[in-house]
Each structure stands twice: as structure tokens, then as C-alpha cells.
């Protein structure tokens, strides 16, 4: 099977999987499934994503897969199985090549591959052998999961055929491993960044007055599909003027207007990780004194937030010590006034009436990626830095975000340096 992106090593899933057994308690299976194909209508579907779970332990990026890891099994073969659907010159004719057996375990790592017909039978006699079974279910703290996964799925059946079993989860131990990031996995994030900074830098002599938000869409998606991306990590927010005060503004149809600005939230993915990016550029190439003021303000707390993303540091203190840097800002910038600090609820400060959502996440295989927000920042850690302010009544919002490595001491390391974020840098490009 052929994928857009070069092949990635099996080591680092050779890897990744030798790291999740650690965490294992003795006795156990663990079984990962691939995501389902989504119906639209008809005979209409969305175009396959792989479970990043699944992905991550395995490097299989196909529909019907099922992995399972058994690290105590009696026969050595069946500590790690990897089942996946039987192609044959039918399926090759209509759907395009699947994995063969010997695709599978060079993409993988595992030697013992199956087809899909004989996981049942080989699950059964394996289960007989062992106590306790890790299922995976969608535990991120952001997720709302309205349709039955396959992996929801393989859970009723488990406990209908399996009662007796104990069942543990294995979200908690990817939580923490997926957090931290293999140099392999650094280097293919590197990689989503570097396309997505060809897709800034071909918007800049691009964006003028009279283009519509669509347009931008479109010139972002070629630029990332010719580089070998599958297209946006996310649904892209191309938010002109006011649209920019809808955090999650996606229908990108209005028309640019002369002294606007465009808030820019778009980040190509490559081999299944992400990017995520925040620029915000004049419609016309030149920022009013007013937009340079907000934007430098924006971009003074993005900085102070970098000096925060360090090892020792956690979530929620980053986030706390954010929130002194916004009041601060916002003070100086008479947006708020002592007043409004000194009667402001502890639950929602004075500072979120113009900056209302965190200023960071993890990022990796998913946008808002894996991780516990309790834990501590350490190398390997990958987040974004992402301050905003919104003001309605003056018609535009700033944001600005890059993505970042913690490293072992001092900032961390900055994805997205080589893109423009300076103010004169943005108009220089824009005007040249």
C-alpha cells in the first residue's frame, strides 16, 4: 500500500509499542482498532483518517486493521499480531492496493501478520491464556464522541463474550507516552510546519482586497497538497474583520475589505501529524497604528508565554501565570481598568472578556493532542503558544501561534521560527 508521505521507519513503532508493555500489568492483551470508514449518504463517505492509537503503535495506515499485543502469550509469534483485511485482484482493481502480509511487517515491525478472518478464533484461543484485557476508548478532555466507533464496538463485545475477564484501560498509558514525542516524531512535525510556512508565504503576495476567504482556503490546500500533505490538519479558519471574534469562525465566505485584517488559523498535517499555525495580516499590507498596537501587544505576551514553556513548568501554573500577563497587558492597553480586576470573578477574570480561550495545548498526531495537563512539561513535550485578543467593538481579533519543543533546560525550541510573525516583516512581504 502506498501512502503520500515516505515511509517512516518501523523502529520508532517497534519502539513506541515496547514502551506501552512496559506500562502493562502482567497477564494482559491489549487490542487497538483502526477507525471505521464514515457513511455520508448513499454511497458517499469522508475520506479515511487512521486512529491515531493505532497508528502510533503500529505505523498501519488502513481501514480494518486490528493490532494486539499480548506480551506473556506461550508461542513468542502471538505476542504481537497484526490482523489486516485479505486484498485480493478484485479489491486491488476497485479500491487500489491493501497491505499484503510482508507490506504489513515492513511498515510495522511485526513479524506475525493475519488476515482479519482468523482474528476471532486466534482471540478466543489467546483470551483462554490470559487474565486482564486493555480496551481503548476516547478518553481527551476535549473530546465529544456522538457516533459508535469501531473501538466502541469491540468493547460490547468484549464484555458480552469476555465477562469474566478484567478489563483495564490503555488511555491513561498512552496519554503520557504520546506526550512525549520520539526525535522521529519531532522530525515529521518539523516536516508539517515547514509546509505550512509555503502556504504562508505563498498568501502573502496573495491576500488583497476584494479576495474572498474561500479563495485563501484554496491557495492554502494546493499549496499543501503539492507537498505531498493530505491537506489541513483541522478545518481552517480564514477569518476576515469581525469573523475573527468567532473563535471557531469555519465558513470562510465573506469578501476581504480594505483595512481589515485576516486571522489566519490553518496548519498542514504530514504522515498523520499535525501543525497548527495563527497569523494575523492586513486585507491591504498595512497595519493602522491602532491594529500594530493590539498585534504588538499580542505578540510582547506570545513571548512571555515562550519563557514559560519550560521543563518544570505545568498546564495549569502556565495558564495561571498567562492570565497575570494579560490583565497586565490589557491594563496598559485601557481595554480593562483597576475596577475591573478588583470586582472580577476568580472564575472568569477580567482579562477574558478579550481573551477567552487557553493559550496552549499539546500537539502531535492530533491537533489538540495527547497529554496530562497535571503533568509536568518535559523535553519532548510538544505545545502551542497561542495569545489572542478579541475586541467586537473596534471589528477585529488578533492571534498569533507557533508550535514548540520543551527541551531539557531553558525555552523551547520553535517550530515555526523561519515563519514571518514580525509586524514589518508581514507588511515588507506583502508589499514587495
Known sequence: MTTKYDRIPNTLFIKNRKKFVT???????????SNDIYPISADSTLAFQQHRDIFYLSGVDQEESILLIFPNAYKEEYRE?????????????????????????????????????????VFYDLM????????????????????????????????????????????????????????????????????????????????KPGVWEYEIEAELAHEFIKNRSRGFAYTPIIASGNNANVLHYISNNMQLKDGDLILLDVGAEYANYSSDLTRTIPVNGKYTPRQKQIYNAVLNCKK??????????????????????????????????????????????AYKKYMMHGTSHHMGLDTHDYGL????????????????????????????????????????????????????????????
Request: glycine share 6%; with cysteine.
Open 81 to 121: 499480531i497484526l490482523f489486516v483485511r485479505e486484498t485480493n485482484d478484485h479489491i486491488a482493481v476497485w479500491e487500489g492496493e491493501k497491505l499484503s502480509k510482508e507490506d504489513a511487517t515492513e511498515v510495522s515491525g511485526i513479524k506475525t501478520v493475519m488476515w482479519l478472518s482468523e482474528f476471532e478464533k
Open 23 to 33: 506500562q502493562m500489568k502482567p497477564n494482559s492483551i491489549a487490542i487497538f482498532n
Open 128 to 207: 483462554a491464556e490470559a487474565e486482564n484485557i486493555y480496551l481503548n476508548k476516547n478518553e481527551h478532555y476535549r473530546a465529544a464522541v456522538e457516533t459508535q466507533t469501531r473501538e466502541d464496538r469491540f468493547i460490547e463485545f468484549v464484555k458480552k463474550q469476555y465477562p469474566l475477564h478484567i478489563i483495564l484501560r490503555s488511555n491513561p498509558i498512552l496519554q503520557r507516552l504520546r506526550s512525549i514525542k520520539e526525535p522521529e516524531e519531532i522530525a515529521l512535525i518539523q516536516h508539517a510546519c515547514d509546509i505550512t510556512e509555503k502556504g504562508i508565504r505563498r498568501l502573502l503576495g496573495f491576500v
Open 373 to 432: 495537563l497535571s503533568d509536568d512539561f518535559v523535553t519532548g513535550m510538544v505545545f502551542t503558544n497561542e495569545p489572542g485578543f478579541y475586541i467586537p467593538e473596534e471589528g477585529f481579533g488578533v492571534r498569533l501561534e507557533d508550535d514548540y519543543e520543551i527541551q531539557a533546560s531553558g525555552n523551547p525550541k520553535n517550530f515555526m521560527k523561519n515563519i514571518p510573525i514580525e509586524a514589518d516583516e508581514i507588511e515588507s512581504l506583502m508589499n514587495s
Open 304 to 349: 512571555e508565554a515562550e519563557d514559560r514553556l519550560i521543563a518544570g513548568n505545568n498546564w495549569h501554573k502556565f495558564h495561571k501565570e498567562m492570565g497575570e500577563v494579560y490583565t497586565s497587558t490589557l491594563l496598559d492597553l485601557g481595554l480593562i481598568d483597576k475596577v475591573d480586576v478588583q470586582n472580577e470573578d476568580p472564575k472568569w477574570p
